[in-house]
């Protein structure tokens, strides 16, 4: 079974505190860490990981691009992020397809009940992320415990270019 998260963008920065106050003052950054976080999230549980965020924050037309190896959804401009998640959910929904939504709005999870798909609170979400950020910093501790050092010593700029290379961003 293939598992898809459809991830309510503005909806899960309102609701998680870190990203919540990093909008206050620079909304692109809290949109680039939820990013990053879901691009962790993907690389671990495998799940394909698309994130929908409204036009209302961004003037234009709809658009998609791929993020650290994440599809990202700017709706219409007279689209919401809901009614993008919605078709979306309908699409992907199949016999080979859990689709699951990531949003904390009431309303939007009831619709998604009715499309087949599961739901996933914003706390939800913001509890697994956090246990697999662990997961994953533990892990790369063993791993170093147990390699010896490389015998070329990076520069910070250089092992940034490679862990860019390794999550799939160019």
């Given at each position: 079974m293939n598992n898809v998260l459809l991830v309510d963008?503005?909806?899960?920065?309102?609701?998680w505190p870190e990203l919540n106050q990093l909008k206050s003052h620079n909304l692109a950054a809290?949109?680039?860490?939820?990013?990053?976080?879901?691009a962790e999230y993907q690389g671990y549980t495998g799940y394909r990981v698309i994130i929908v965020f409204d036009a209302q924050f961004v003037q234009g037309?709809?658009?998609?691009?791929?993020?650290?190896?994440?599809?990202?959804?700017?709706?219409?401009?007279?689209?919401?992020?809901d009614e993008r998640i919605e078709k979306l959910a309908i699409e992907l929904n199949d016999i080979k397809t859990?689709?699951?939504?990531?949003?904390?709005?009431?309303?939007?999870?009831?619709?998604?009940?009715?499309?087949?798909?599961?739901?996933?609170?914003?706390?939800?979400?913001l509890i697994e992320s956090k246990q697999i950020e662990k997961k994953i910093e533990k892990r790369v501790r063993k791993i170093q415990e147990q390699r010896p050092s490389s015998n070329i010593p990076l520069s910070e700029e250089v092992a940034e270019i490679f862990e860019k290379w390794r999550r799939g961003d160019k």
């Open positions: 963008g503005y909806n899960i920065i309102g609701a809290a949109r680039d860490r939820l990013i990053e976080t879901m037309i709809a658009k998609k691009h791929k993020h650290y190896n994440i599809d990202v959804f700017f709706t219409k401009e007279n689209e919401t992020a859990q689709v699951i939504v990531a949003t904390s709005d009431f309303t939007e999870q009831w619709v998604i009940f009715a499309q087949g798909a599961l739901r996933k609170s914003a706390r939800e979400l």
